[in-house]
């Protein structure tokens, strides 16, 4: 039996979330004019890494959103300022 405890932080992992994270990431970089290689070489994080987040394929951690917004130079926050696709059932 699964603790219920795992089974919720398996539930987690939402990917619209993620995409919808991800888009904002790179409409933010974009709008800097900045390439995915030099954010992460400023961030200090892997290229790759940059590459999935922007994908929605990695859910990243909060000491890695800071230290993009501030590659970024703006507030934490803005990366968090977008709507999620709200999915319709059929």
Known sequence: ??????RYVQNLKNPDLL??????????R???????KHLA??????????ARIERG?????VTTAH??????EISLHKL?????PDKKKK
């Open 19 to 28: 995409l919808a994270f991800g888009k904002n990431l790179r409409r933010l």
């Open 80 to 84: 968090f300022e977008f709507e999620i």
């Open 41 to 50: 070489d400023v961030a200090n994080v892997e290229y790759s890494q940059i």
């Open 30 to 36: 974009k709008k800097k004019n900045l390439s995915m």
């Open 57 to 61: 394929i990695i859910n990243t951690t």
């Open 1 to 6: 039996m699964i603790h219920p405890d795992i």
């Open 67 to 72: 230290a993009i917004a501030k590659a970024l």
